[in-house]
C-alpha cells in the first residue's frame, strides 16, 4: 500500500515559520517528481510547489517565491517543505503528492498520489 504521510503542520503567528514533511512509504518515489499544494475552506486545491526527481529543478507559484523551499530527501523517500514569513492567508490544509513523471509539474491531473494533509494555521 502506498502512502504519503504529512506532518509539522500547526499554528502559527503572521511572519513565522514551519517545516512540512512528507513520508512516503509503499514504494521508493526516487525517480517521481513531488509537489505540494494547499487547500483552503471553500477554495480549489492549489499547486505550491514541486520538484523534480533529482532535487535538481524547482518551481514554485509566484506567491510564495523567495519565502517558501521545498527539497527532498531521495535516501530517505520525504519531500519537505520550509515555509518563511508565513501570511495569514495562506491558511490551508497543505498536500503533499508525487507525479506520474519524473519532471516538476504544476499540474494537479499529473499527481497520481497524495496524502491525507496537514493543517496549517497562520494566526494575524
Known amino acids: 500500500q502506498v502512502l504519503l504521510v504529512e506532518s509539522g503542520g500547526g499554528l502559527v503567528q503572521a511572519g513565522g515559520s514551519l517545516r512540512l514533511s512528507c513520508a512516503a512509504s509503499g514504494r521508493t518515489f526516487s525517480y517521481n517528481a513531488m509537489g505540494w499544494f494547499r487547500q483552503a475552506p471553500g477554495k480549489e486545491r492549489e499547486f505550491v510547489a514541486t520538484?523534480?526527481?533529482?532535487?535538481?529543478?524547482?518551481g514554485y507559484t509566484d506567491s510564495v517565491k523567495g519565502r517558501f523551499t521545498i527539497s527532498r530527501d531521495n535516501a530517505k523517500n520525504t519531500l519537505y517543505l520550509q515555509m518563511n514569513s508565513l501570511k495569514p492567508e495562506e491558511t490551508a490544509v497543505y498536500y503533499c503528492?508525487?507525479?506520474?513523471?519524473?519532471?516538476?509539474?504544476?499540474?494537479?491531473?499529473?499527481?497520481?498520489?497524495w496524502g491525507q494533509g496537514t493543517q496549517v494555521t497562520v494566526s494575524s
Open positions: 520538484i523534480n526527481w533529482s532535487g535538481s529543478s524547482t
Open positions: 503528492a508525487a507525479s506520474a513523471y519524473s519532471l516538476g509539474s504544476r499540474t494537479r491531473d499529473e499527481y497520481a498520489y
